[in-house]
């Protein structure tokens, strides 16, 4: 199966911990190689920003 078609079509969330700049980086990186229907952007929240740590991004995806 094509990776490139994971995340087409599909509601795609992002996520942050104290790293805007970062998310934008990777937001412009999925609209350049997929095409998701709706990208939402949020902060990360404390619990799993403390594993994570600072200037990390996450991404998952809602299968429709």
């Not at 087409?8 to 412009?28: C, D, M, Q, S």
């Amino acid at each position: 199966h094509d990776s490139k078609q994971t995340l087409n079509g599909k509601r795609v969330i992002i996520g942050h911990t104290n790293a805007p700049e970062n998310l934008a980086t990777f937001k412009a990186w999925i609209e350049k190689h997929y095409s998701p229907t709706e990208i939402i952007q949020t902060d990360i929240g404390s619990v799993v920003g403390t594993h994570a740590g600072p200037g990390a991004v996450a991404l998952s995806f809602v299968e429709e």
